[in-house]
């Protein structure tokens, strides 16, 4: 598996039919990976080539049909360049003359799916004089960077790398707990023995919250969920904050006082790699699944199941149980972006904590899922819904207008 594949940027080149896409892409990868032709129409399907791109890192490219195909096999074509867009960090409008209503769609499109993109005029060699007037024409009317190149030449392409990263989504890191937490302040770390780890190791969420405690200058308590009451009971001293797994929150919420901020590891992932205030207002859809609805579970990495598994065992009949309805559940796994057709039939989206990713691979498939107006939420969001806790979960979240 391509380790890389879940960091990439995905960057879709758009346009009509001869304006350049596939030499363009050529040009950029420096191979021969679109077939380039006079003829209009020859791309027929997206094609997908990942480089390294200064100063972006990876990038994979997507060579679209053109938008301005004819006939029903044109439509069709069209139609599978549109579902390309939907996995797309940002976009490159490629064009080589005024622009048309085509142009204009693609915009729209873009513009409609938040997807961030510039213009860029091709075959600058054969324009020449007229390259000046296109420029200003494209940036007066869609208010974008604007540049052009000549993919014959291979002039211009220095510039691209520079532009792409200039307009790409920044998701900035947001903190883990450091922000929830201040020096002095005694925060409790409830560290059940997760089957799934290694022998003699803990989880990367766990190691995550006593690493930011310490560096927080705090102090970290660290307990398994049966020794919590007993442990507080002899310190005689009230925690600032309380962190637990998911699957023990209610031994825990049963252990503490109810002025007590408590929350779970997989929460602060979703508020850190995510956006938790989506997987909040999303996980409310479970009162509205119907018989034979599908909910997709999605994780970020490849793992052997366990017979309890979490996310494809516990959480299914948790979920069945609590809506009394028969359930379709659908698993995807691996750090690469999960293909279209995967999630277009899904009610639900269900996702793992995302401990392997970082937060631009979660955000694009969360602005995917929105794209696609699918709700999507999170394993520790719906296991503490479901167990009655998660306002209690979230609650310091809330008080500190932190989502």
């Not at 998701?171 to 089957?195: A, C, M, Q, T």
């Not at 498939?365 to 999170?378: E, F, I, S």
């Amino acid at each position: 598996m391509d380790l890389s594949a879940g960091f990439r940027r995905y960057v879709a080149i758009a346009g009509r039919r001869n304006v350049g896409k596939s030499s363009f892409l050529n040009a950029i990868i420096g191979q021969n990976v679109s077939i380039v032709s006079d003829i209009a129409g020859t791309t027929t399907d997206p094609v997908y080539k990942t480089i390294e791109l200064n100063p972006v890192g990876p990038v994979t490219f997507i060579d679209t049909p053109g938008f301005d195909d004819t006939g029903e096999l044109g439509r069709l074509r069209i139609e599978r360049a549109r579902k390309v867009l939907y996995r797309a960090d940002c976009g490159i409008l490629l064009v080589d003359s005024l622009p048309t209503r085509y142009e204009d769609d693609i915009v729209s499109l873009f513009k409609e799916m938040e997807i961030p993109f510039l213009v860029v005029i091709n075959k600058e060699d054969l324009l020449k004089e007229k390259v000046d007037e296109l420029l200003g024409v494209y940036q007066q009317r869609y208010g974008v960077k604007t540049i052009s190149v000549s993919s014959k030449l291979i002039k211009g392409f220095e510039l691209i790398g520079r532009k792409i990263n200039e307009i790409l989504p920044s998701d900035d890191e947001v903190p883990f707990l450091s922000d929830l937490i201040e020096g002095g302040d005694l925060v409790v770390v409830v560290v059940p023995i997760d089957l799934g780890a290694p022998k003699g190791r803990l989880i990367m969420p766990q190691v995550h919250a006593i690493r930011e405690i310490i560096d927080r200058e705090a102090v970290a308590l660290v307990v398994k969920e049966r020794e919590l009451r007993y442990t507080l009971e002899q310190i005689h001293m009230k925690p600032k904050l309380v962190i637990t797994d998911s699957q023990v929150v209610m031994k825990v919420v049963s252990d503490i006082d109810d002025d007590v901020d408590l929350t779970t590891f997989s929460i602060l992932e979703s508020r850190h790699r995510g956006d938790l205030a989506y997987f909040i207002d999303s996980v409310k859809t479970i009162e509205h699944l119907q018989d034979n609805d599908t909910v997709l579970i999605m994780e970020g990495c490849t793992h052997r199941p366990l017979t309890e598994d979490i996310g494809r065992i516990k959480i299914p009949r948790w979920l069945v149980n609590h809506t009394g309805v028969k359930l379709n559940f659908k698993i995807i796994s691996g750090r690469d972006f999960p293909d279209l057709n995967e999630i277009e039939d899904t009610k639900l989206i269900l996702h793992c904590g995302g401990c392997v990713l970082n937060r631009s691979a979660m955000m694009r498939r969360v602005r995917m899922a929105k794209r696609l107006a699918k709700p999507m939420t999170n394993y520790g969001v719906v296991i503490s819904y479901l167990h009655g806790v998660l306002e209690r979960a979230v609650r310091i979240f809330r008080r500190g207008a932190l989502i």
